[in-house]
């Protein structure tokens, strides 16, 4: 479902005399459906730069980042959007808010964007945050003035409404009680039952071990560094 090959990258400096920073070289795995791949290596190795090449938003220097039936490394900004919309999850260590949309339709809302019916999407949103312990009373509220951990919950309830065929977890269970880190856990588990591929970051050693069917330690992409 996701296959990495030969995969580059490096930073070029502008604000400094142009200086360029190679931070990755022949990144290659692969993720199966129904597998979840657990990036590891030290700070710094590069775990971030790799899952914002695959979600498309650094471009790699070179290789190729196969999601479903796209080319991540070559789309066009347009191919990427569509990609997002309907195969690639992605559930990010923090809410992005749009003001003054209620909670229960910043969940639904990846539903309604492949199609789902209004009546479902709200049904499954509802279903996610009442797992998430979020109160009724909160679901016709924006987030925007939710605590940090309630907005935490309702980005993992948005990222799980639509099943995605594959997935990218930054950090889902950081920071969270242990009634909610264990729904997160189970979430991840339903959908690797349903076939998705994910790749993530835990630095949550024993939710690593529980859902991670194997780990990659990108260091082993980190480029010789010049002595
Ligand atoms: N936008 C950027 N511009 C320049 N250098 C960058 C940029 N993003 C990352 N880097 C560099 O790339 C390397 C890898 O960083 P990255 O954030 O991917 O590491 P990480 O393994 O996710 O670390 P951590 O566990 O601390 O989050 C680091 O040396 C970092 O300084």
């Given amino acids: 479902m996701i296959r990495i090959e030969n995969v580059s990258k490096s930073f070029t400096l502008h604000n400094q005399g142009g200086a360029v920073i190679p931070v990755m070289e022949g990144a290659s795995f692969t993720v199966a459906p129904g597998e979840c791949v657990a990036l590891t290596g030290d700070s710094g190795a590069g775990k971030s ?10 471009l790699a220097a070179s290789g190729r980042i196969i999601v479903g039936d796209t080319d991540v490394a070559r789309a066009e900004p347009r191919e990427i959007l569509t990609l997002r919309r309907d195969t690639l999850g992605y559930v990010s260590q923090f809410l992005r808010v749009v003001p003054r949309v ?16 209004r009546a479902t999407a709200h049904a499954r949103a509802e279903e996610l945050l009442t797992r998430l312990n979020i109160p009724q009373t909160l679901w016709s509220l924006s987030p925007t ?40 856990l189970r979430l991840i588990e339903e959908a690797k ?24 330690d990108v260091s082993a992409f980190t480029p010789a560094r010049a002595a």
Avoid: C, K, W
């Avoid at 209620?102 to 019916?117: H, K, N, Q, S, Y």
């Avoid at 591929?197 to 529980?210: Q, S, T």
């Fill in 193 to 216: 039952a349903r076939g998705t591929a994910i790749i993530g970051i835990f630095h949550d050693a024993d939710a690593r071990a529980r859902v991670a069917d194997r780990e990659i």
């Fill in 102 to 117: 209620p909670t229960r339709d910043v969940v639904a809302e990846p539903l309604l964007a492949v199609g789902t019916d």
């Fill in 49 to 58: 730069t790799l899952m914002r090449m695959i979600h498309g938003n650094y």
């Fill in 145 to 184: 003035t939710f605590s940090g951990g309630e907005q935490q919950r309702v980005n993992i309830a948005r990222g799980f409404a639509h099943d995605f065929p594959a997935m990218l977890l930054d950090e889902p269970t950081a920071s969270l009680d242990a009634t909610n880190r264990e729904t997160v």
